[in-house]
């Protein structure tokens, strides 16, 4: 049992609130999902630079402590590279102007304890072992602004409590999904990608589902007919929430089994596994509110 939050803002002047929308959202789900929480926000374009990249240093003895702004430095002088920094503890997010492929081998060359957390033009993304209050204070959720997230509370059932098993997952570039479910056949899904170069940083059964989606687009599907293959190709119960730099997308399996539940005003769109995730939102009383339908896609654009 996990829980899964959704938010996005239509009306611009409403983007500054974005975090302080979501945090009591995320905080009420802890109760599906007390051992790790997760978010992917994704806040317009890359500025002056090519990509971002967010970088998590809690592997490492000195994590919380991670000299970030020395690791900028040495991007700068062996890459020759304009590098931008925003650091939270064991968390950052570095700003590149070269093809960010060539800044990630260089961070997995010189500092292999890293990991990488996501890339692209637009997303950030934050996520860690704790109580969805705790993580949610520790990287300052309720600060945070932009068009759109996702996020995740996890209650482990099929692998490891470790913050790169928490939920986000990423895939490609700007691309996220989190889950509440359970698949029958990520091994095959693996086996399937595998001879395609697709590398596995986990045993996440979400990650073959992640992959998958990000791959069929890679592969030149929009959205809509990609998941549409999702329903053919991933067994299981499941609810998916995605990411893009314009969008959320929601699907549920078949059977349905897994809770969900839209919210949806001229101001936002707000999913949640529980409407009490929503229950405090402006507006809420005269929302359009709804349980998505089994092995329907629903997509909202920014």
């Known amino acids: 049992m996990c829980g899964i939050v959704g938010l996005l803002v239509k009306t611009p002047a409403m983007r500054e609130h974005l975090g302080e929308l979501m945090v009591p959202m995320l905080i009420g789900m802890t109760e599906r999902g007390p051992d790790s929480a997760g978010l992917a926000v994704f806040t317009g374009g890359a500025g002056d630079y090519e990509r971002k990249i967010s970088v998590y240093s809690g592997l490492l003895e000195d994590g919380d402590d991670f000299n970030w702004q020395g690791v900028a430095h040495e991007l700068k002088e062996h890459l020759g590279v304009s590098v931008g920094l925003e650091a939270k503890g064991n968390h950052a997010i570095f700003s590149v102007n070269v093809d960010p492929e060539i800044v990630k081998r260089w961070l997995k060359e010189q500092y292999p304890g890293l990991f990488i957390l996501s890339t692209g033009k637009s997303i950030h993304l934050y996520k860690d072992i704790g109580t969805p209050a705790e993580v949610?204070?520790?990287?300052?959720?309720?600060?945070?602004?932009?068009?759109?997230?996702?996020?995740?509370?996890?209650?482990?059932?099929?692998?490891?409590?470790?913050?790169?098993r928490a939920h986000p997952f990423t895939a490609g570039e700007d691309f996220c999904l989190v889950h509440n479910g359970s698949l029958s056949n990520p091994n095959g899904i693996r086996r399937k990608l595998e001879p395609q170069g697709i590398h596995f940083d986990t045993d996440n059964d979400t990650e073959a589902a992640c992959r998958f989606l990000e791959w069929r687009l890679r592969?030149?599907?929009?959205?809509?007919?990609?998941?549409?293959?999702?329903?053919?190709?991933?067994?299981?119960?499941?609810?998916?929430?995605?990411?893009?730099?314009?969008?959320?997308?929601?699907?549920?399996?078949?059977?349905?089994?897994?809770?969900?539940?839209?919210?949806?005003?001229?101001?936002?769109?707000?999913?949640?596994?529980?409407?009490?995730?929503?229950?405090h939102l402006p507006g809420i009383n005269h929302a359009h509110v709804f349980e998505p339908a089994p092995e329907e896609m629903y997509v909202w654009k920014i």
């Open 136 to 164: 949610a204070a520790r990287y300052d959720f309720g600060k945070l602004q932009g068009t759109h997230l996702v996020g995740h509370t996890r209650m482990a059932t099929e692998s490891a409590v470790t913050p790169d």
């Open 219 to 279: 592969e030149g599907d929009d959205l809509e007919t990609a998941l549409k293959k999702g329903f053919e190709e991933l067994d299981g119960f499941y609810t998916f929430l995605m990411g893009t730099p314009d969008a959320l997308a929601l699907i549920r399996d078949p059977f349905a089994c897994k809770p969900a539940v839209v919210a949806e005003t001229d101001d936002y769109v707000a999913i949640a596994s529980e409407f009490r995730s929503l229950a």
